[in-house]
């Protein structure tokens, strides 16, 4: 019993000590608190986006690589390559060819969503694109197509690029 009442003595003891926090001490705690919090809310922010940045980067050389696949196992193969204009080094816009997959007078363009199409056809399904666009230039001169494949965002940041050259083996 002895030992319960020594107990009680010292908490009401220690609720009679009115030791504690300043409202002032409070305040400098809540303000160093709140400056931490918007670091670490600054550096996830900018850790996300860097993310997205790298992830946005590999998925568009992911793209670039299997467009330019795509493309040059048709254009090995392409015949009746029609083209329109020159464009230095001899070299003339492609306007249209014949294509085993795409048939006659098949059309190389980008549409409107930024998808390749031959004659109209996507070279490739949507959902490869993941929001990311693709601009092409496609040139022939002495059997040889040459390419330019851009991948870019919807507001034109370029992400990745392929330049390269097929020579048309129906000539």
């Known amino acids: 019993m002895r ?6 003595r010292g908490l009401r003891g220690k609720l009679a000590d009115r030791r504690g926090f300043t409202l002032s001490e409070m305040l400098v705690v ?9 670091a670490i809310g600054v550096g996830i922010t900018a850790a996300a986006r860097a993310y997205r940045d790298v992830t946005d980067a ?18 090995r193969f392409a015949r009746d390559v029609k083209v329109v204009g020159g464009s230095g080094e001899d070299a003339e816009l492609v306007k249209t060819i014949t294509s085993a ?17 031959l004659g109209g ?12 666009e693709a601009k092409l230039t496609l040139t022939y001169a002495d059997g040889v ?12 940041s370029q992400l990745a690029s392929s330049e390269f050259s097929v020579r048309a083996l129906n000539g």
Do not use: W
Not at 3 to 8: A, H
Not at 108 to 117: A, H, W
Not at 147 to 152: E, G, L, M, S
């Open 58 to 75: 590999a998925e568009a050389l992911s793209l670039c690589g299997t467009i330019s696949t795509e493309l040059a196992d048709e254009l």
């Open 3 to 8: 030992g319960i009442k020594k107990s009680r």
């Open 30 to 38: 809540l303000a160093i608190m709140s400056l931490v919090g918007a």
């Open 101 to 117: 997959n795409y048939g006659p007078d098949a059309a190389v363009v980008v549409d409107e969503s930024g998808q390749l199409t």
């Open 121 to 132: 056809k996507p070279l490739l399904s949507q959902t490869v694109y993941m929001g990311m």
């Open 145 to 156: 197509f040459g390419v330019t494949i851009t991948i870019h965002r919807p507001d034109e």
